[in-house]
């Protein structure tokens, strides 16, 4: 699936035009990976922080798991919403994705299946089962949020009016803010953190459906000027569950890597130490996955993939080296202990694994971009063997680390993480190769 460039976007890709095009990426995507950061900030001050934080973890890592299939739905948008007939069948095939998660989330809050996946699989304590279940149910409110927000920002998107997404995350992150003041009043645990996030999600939809109902309105009523009419659900299906598996992995990944660390003699650091890292992580190199858009919407010839590539090695320098200044000098303390809150035995778990924090740079950045120039060839099929080949050398790494009875948590997770975008990068590197040579023989 292609987005459409408009016309402010140049014939030739240039450092110039991708750096115009990536920046306010950057914002949003920073802005909504600090949401995480804050609310393990919020949370790391609870009495029992450990508890508090591993709950939060697996609570917020299965869900989003189960429920990140969802983010197709703005792919979706993109692809068949060019009229507003359109609108009623795109929802209904999106209210069935959504429920399906919605569903699982209230067996797990309200079943044995919660005591079993967040005991058993995730190995957690007692009391971190009972705060994530009472957090899952939660974070299952958003379900109906994420259908929303999706089409609003297909909407947005499809102008290439990114900066109104930024507007919507900034507001999204002065909400969460409040609502972890106020909401330790009525809430306690990770439910605190659940609803904080509930709370921001919706004020942020909310402030992106005031931004996309103008561009909705600019839609033609019917199939003319240029409307497509959205196929059936079986062919919607066929379009959608390449990109619904490569995007569920992302938290798959996450979520075998936690399954894993509950195996450990002290489960409940490790979540937790876990938690930070990912969070702090994808903080900081979170904004390298808006080289999937990028590429998507810039590339159109093989001439354009050149300034991408190189674009892409500045990413990857700037981001690197930060990684490793932050992680590398005295400011980890000042990020660890006076930013985060931790004392001294979970700072001490979580630093040895960021300081490999910088590796990642380039793990994200090239498995974002094939990813992209594929999505742009719309070629889409290889996205779903990665994303499962992402689980499966995760699943390897993690299996191994746990051979080690005095393994850090922390740093198996992390390479565990990298690795799986190792063995990606090498499998859309060989089909973008093979659509090159097809190309070339005819």
């Given amino acids: 699936m292609t987005i459409n460039a408009t016309d402010s976007v140049t014939d ?3 450092l110039g035009s991708a750096y115009r095009f990536f920046v306010p990426l950057i914002l949003m995507t920073e802005l909504n990976m600090i949401s995480k950061s804050v609310i393990n900030a919020a949370l790391a001050r609870s009495p029992d922080q450990n508890v508090t934080l591993a709950a939060f973890h697996v609570a917020f890592t299965l869900y989003f798991a189960i ?3 969802t983010e197709v739905c703005s792919l979706i948008t993109l692809a068949y919403l060019k009229s507003k007939r359109a609108l009623r069948p795109l929802v209904r095939f999106m209210t069935v994705i959504v429920a399906i998660p919605w569903a699982v989330a209230q067996a797990l809050a309200f079943t044995s299946l919660g005591d079993w996946a967040f005991g058993g699989m995730f190995g957690g304590s007692e009391a971190v089962v009972v705060q994530a279940k009472t957090a899952v149910f939660l974070l299952s409110f958003s379900a109906p949020v994420l259908l929303v927000r999706s089409i609003c920002f297909g909407l947005i998107l499809m102008r290439q009016k990114t900066m109104f997404i930024t507007y919507a995350t900034s507001i999204r992150l002065i909400s969460l803010a409040g609502s972890l003041f106020v909401l330790p009043r009525f809430l306690d645990g990770a439910a605190v953190g659940a609803a ?3 709370t921001c999600m919706t004020i942020e939809t909310m402030v992106a459906i005031f931004f996309a109902r103008k561009l909705y309105r600019d839609l033609p009523s019917g199939d003319e000027a240029g409307g497509v009419t959205p196929p059936g659900f079986a062919r919607q299906w066929r379009f959608s569950w390449p990109l619904m598996l490569n995007t569920s992995s992302e938290m798959g990944v996450i979520t075998a890597i936690s399954i894993f660390l509950g195996l450990l003699a002290n489960p409940d650091l490790a979540l937790a130490a876990f ?5 702090l992580v994808s903080l900081l190199m979170s904004p390298m996955r808006n080289l999937l858009q990028t590429a998507q919407t810039l590339v159109k010839k093989l001439s354009d993939r050149r300034p991408l590539f190189i674009f892409a090695l500045h990413l990857i320098g700037f981001f690197g080296l930060l990684g490793f200044v932050l992680f590398h000098t005295p400011l980890e303390e000042l990020i660890l202990v006076d930013a985060m809150g931790l004392r001294e035995e979970l700072q001490a778990y979580c630093a040895p694994a960021l300081k490999l924090a910088f590796l990642m740079s380039a793990a994200w950045a090239y498995s974002a971009l094939y990813r992209g120039l594929l999505a742009g060839a719309q070629n889409t ?4 063997v990665s994303g499962l080949s992402r689980i499966a050398v995760a699943v390897v790494v993690c299996a191994l680390g746990l051979a080690f009875a005095s393994a850090n948590g922390a740093i ?5 993480w990298m690795a799986g975008y190792g063995l990606e990068i090498a499998l859309l590197a060989l089909q973008l190769r093979r659509l090159d040579l097809r190309r070339i023989n005819l």
Avoid: F, K, P, Q
């Fill in 412 to 416: 198996i997770g992390l390479i565990g």
């Fill in 275 to 279: 938690n930070i890292v990912y969070g």
């Fill in 381 to 384: 099929t290889m996205l779903a």
């Fill in 67 to 69: 429920s990140s299939s």
């Fill in 12 to 14: 030739n890709v240039t």
């Fill in 196 to 198: 904080a996030l509930l």
